[in-house]
């Protein structure tokens, strides 16, 4: 039995919920301009965060990782969604390759891969796992749940095309080969330059990719979308800010960060006034690469900045991978209003091409409504998205848990078009 929601919106949020159901003809007319003109990742989810009066997105992963998360009534929909985003890439592809993480000894990881693989597969594709790891040198055979097991190879390269060795002299060499590797080591000397499609590409992993740019697409997004709806634009996109030539460890551009974090808090409480807030403003400072919710603190005052201790200037200072954190992005903090079974919850949204095809919550049990819930200790819940979170019914009345989904639904999507701008500049 899955968990019932429960969030608390003020007024100003529900007029937005409601906008956005009343308009969806419209908006959805609007996506599919969008679409015409911008190619969707080939697949994407995107964090959200719902204040009760901001709903917006945190974040956007082009390497999404808990497609075992989703739940199962929305497998059809993700089936159609992989053979609309394959036939667009590589019409004749009939094999394909996934390249995995190195997280042989991860089991939630690792059941996200054959999640993923199942999706493939039953879109009509022959598939096979590979990976980078150097450390792997034979298939790998691994047990994932029961009756499940998923088998991990090697790649190597002839030419311009990689493949896995089947025999000595038989090799499987796939048309497409799908990333759910986000490259946050940099890119690998096997994947480049080759002929073979590669989804998403090299340029959009965390070596190279910056949530700065990200958020400056989403941005731009937001106004044309706002403009078109005659909404305050502020209610669905957080403030942001870059820094640059960080340093935690020796202190190094800490009075900017200070006088970036004091600005940003001032802006906010003005939008606090306008719409009678009560709640505490407050800032988040993320590593501008990278994932796994590494490289993340809270900031209520730009006092904090200045009296970080050793433990918390050594935790800024490294990400996925051992990567040096010399950039960040300052970030509006959102409060989430969301909870499940007394514990905090953020909704996370899955989309393969421009479908949205799931999403589950993510629970913290020891995390207060401020705090990042992409850390030790959370756990999902899959939640059956309805129909209506899709497109809702326009001859019958939606209850508000179906009106909040299609909402989240509208900006995971506007967070997809700017991630497609994003690859395209």
């Given at each position: 039995m899955i968990p019932t929601l429960?969030?608390?919106?003020?007024?100003?949020?529900?007029?937005?919920?409601?906008?956005?159901?009343?308009?969806?003809?419209?908006?959805?007319?609007?996506?599919?301009?969008?679409?015409?003109?911008?190619?969707?990742?080939?697949?994407?989810?995107?964090?959200?965060?719902?204040?009760?009066?901001?709903?917006?997105?945190?974040?956007?992963n082009l390497f999404p990782a808990g497609f075992?998360?989703?739940?199962?009534?929305?497998?059809?929909?993700?089936?159609?969604?992989?053979?609309?985003?394959?036939?667009?890439?590589?019409?004749?592809?009939?094999?394909?390759?996934?390249?995995?993480?190195?997280?042989?000894?991860?089991?939630?990881?690792?059941?996200?891969?054959?999640?993923?693989?199942?999706?493939?597969?039953?879109?009509?594709?022959?598939?096979?796992?590979?990976?980078?790891?150097?450390e792997i040198n034979?298939?790998?055979?691994?047990?994932?749940?029961?009756?499940?097991t998923i088998e991990i190879e090697p790649i190597t390269r002839e030419g311009d095309y990689v493949s896995i060795m089947m025999g000595k002299e038989v090799s499987y060499q796939p048309c497409a080969i799908i990333l759910n590797n986000d490259l946050s080591g940099g890119e690998p000397e096997i994947l480049k330059g080759i002929k073979q499609n590669l989804i998403p590409p090299l340029s959009?992993?965390?070596?190279?990719?910056?949530?700065?740019?990200?958020?400056?697409?989403?941005?731009?997004?937001?106004?044309?979308?706002?403009?078109?709806?005659?909404i305050d634009p502020w209610l669905i996109n957080p403030y942001f800010e870059k820094l640059d030539n960080m340093?935690?460890?020796?202190?190094?551009?800490?009075?900017?960060?200070?006088?970036?974090?004091?600005?940003?808090?001032?802006?906010?409480n003005k939008k606090y006034k306008e719409y009678n807030i009560t709640q505490e403003a407050y800032v988040v400072v993320k590593a501008n690469a990278g994932t796994y919710g590494m490289g993340i603190m809270i900031i209520k005052n730009s006092e904090d900045v200045l009296n970080l201790n050793?433990?918390?200037?050594?935790?800024?200072?490294?990400?996925?991978?051992?990567?040096?954190?010399?950039?960040?992005?300052?970030?509006?903090?959102?409060?989430?209003?969301?909870?499940?079974?007394?514990?905090?919850a953020e909704p996370v949204i899955y989309m393969i091409d421009r479908f949205v095809v799931g999403g589950f919550f993510r629970v913290h049990t020891n995390k207060e409504k401020d705090e990042n819930l992409n850390s030790p200790g959370m756990h999902f819940?899959?939640?059956?998205?309805?129909?209506?979170c899709i497109m809702p019914d326009q001859g019958r009345?939606?209850?508000?848990?179906?009106?909040?989904?299609?909402?989240?639904?509208?900006?995971?999507r506007l967070a997809l078009i700017a991630a497609a701008r994003e690859l395209q500049e």
């Open positions: 429960k969030v608390k919106p003020i007024s100003q949020l529900l007029k937005l919920e409601n906008y956005i159901i009343n308009h969806s003809c419209d908006i959805e007319h609007w996506f599919r301009n969008q679409w015409k003109k911008y190619q969707p990742p080939f697949y994407a989810s995107v964090d959200l965060r719902n204040s009760g009066f901001k709903l917006a997105p945190v974040d956007t075992n998360n989703l739940c199962e009534t929305f497998l059809p929909l993700s089936i159609q969604a992989a053979s609309v985003a394959i036939e667009k890439i590589c019409p004749e592809a009939k094999k394909v390759m996934i390249i995995a993480e190195s997280h042989t000894r991860n089991i939630f990881y690792l059941k996200n891969i054959y999640a993923l693989s199942e999706i493939l597969k039953n879109s009509g594709l022959e598939v096979k796992i590979g990976t980078i790891d150097p034979e298939r790998l055979s691994l047990i994932v749940g029961e009756n499940m959009a992993g965390w070596h190279k990719r910056r949530k700065s740019d990200h958020f400056t697409q989403y941005n731009k997004v937001v106004d044309e979308f706002s403009q078109f709806t005659n340093n935690f460890q020796e202190r190094k551009g800490e009075n900017e960060l200070a006088s970036i974090a004091s600005n940003m808090l001032e802006n906010i050793r433990k918390m200037r050594k935790k800024m200072s490294v990400i996925k991978g051992g990567g040096v954190v010399t950039e960040v992005i300052i970030q509006e903090g959102i409060h989430t209003e969301e909870s499940i079974n007394q514990s905090v819940i899959p939640q059956p998205f309805e129909t209506s009345p939606c209850d508000d848990e179906a009106n909040r989904f299609y909402a989240y639904g509208v900006i995971a």
